[in-house]
T-cell receptor, first 113, second 114 residues
Framework: AQTVTQSQPEMSVQEAETVTLSCTYDTSESDYYLFWYKQPPSRQMILVIRQEAYKQQNATENRFSVNFQKAAKSFSLKISDSQLGDAAMYFCAYSNRDDKIIFGKGTRLHILP | KAGVTQTPRYLIKTRGQQVTLSCSPISGHRSVSWYQQTPGQGLQFLFEYFSETQRNKGNFPGRFSGRQFSNSRSEMNVSTLELGDSALYLC?????????????FGPGTRLLVL
């Protein structure tokens, strides 16, 4: 069975600094997607970034980028120039062909002004 | 394009009652998935519907059921509510093309069981 592990329940970063959130996963599939979702307090879950497993190039979305290490089954999220609005719970997630998303437990990110 | 909508946003029920939650997917999306989010268990997959058929199911008791209509709108029903059913219920939609896809989430229905 596929699993997703986020080893950092909580993290803090100073505003304007860079922070990296860790995620590892386990699967025997070769075709899958990995995601980072953001859930601000009492607000909607939104997609931050996604990575197709067959792509070697790391995905980037503005200040958000990933470090995808397929062999190591590692998928970390880097947030550059952290902003107060980045404060949220971040979920690493995995999906393959059966359209079910498996989520990690989440990392709560605090931004310190 | 309008996003995923869920109604109601908040519900308070008592033990033993039943509840029905509704989800309207993004236009053109045929797959709707339901998730339960609790502080202790995190996000857990309930089931997925595609073209009015349940295509995938998580490990929840039979008290949790769902259905999908021809317009892709989906409902989730929980019967004989228990205190532990208090949670945020999220639905997510996707095109459902049987390839790894991005799912788009609704705002959730927060259910409190007293």
């Amino acid at each position: 069975a596929q699993t997703v592990t986020q080893s950092q329940p909580e993290m803090s970063v100073q505003e304007a600094e860079t922070v990296t959130l860790s995620c590892t996963y386990d699967t025997s599939e070769s075709d899958y997607y990995l995601f980072w979702y953001k859930q601000p307090p009492s607000r909607q879950m939104i997609l931050v970034i996604r990575q197709e497993a067959y792509k070697q190039q790391n995905a980037t979305e503005n200040r958000f980028s990933v470090n995808f290490q397929k062999a190591a089954k590692s998928f970390s999220l880097k947030i550059s120039d952290s902003q107060l609005g980045d404060a949220a719970m971040y979920f690493c997630a995995y999906s393959n062909r059966d359209d079910k998303i498996i989520f990690g437990k989440g990392t709560r990110l605090h931004i310190l002004p | 394009k309008a996003g995923v909508t869920q109604t109601p946003r908040y519900l308070i029920k008592t033990r033993g009652q039943q509840v029905t939650l509704s989800c309207s997917p993004i236009s053109g999306h045929r797959s709707v998935s339901w998730y339960q989010q609790t502080p202790g268990q995190g996000l857990q997959f309930l089931f997925e519907y595609f073209s009015e058929t349940q295509r995938n199911k998580g490990n929840f008791p039979g008290r949790f059921s769902g259905r999908q209509f021809s317009n892709s709108r989906s409902e989730m029903n929980v019967s004989t509510l228990e205190l532990g059913d208090s949670a945020l219920y999220l639905c997510a939609s996707s095109r459902g093309e049987r390839a790894p896809e991005t799912q788009y989430f609704g705002p959730g229905t927060r259910l409190l069981v007293l």
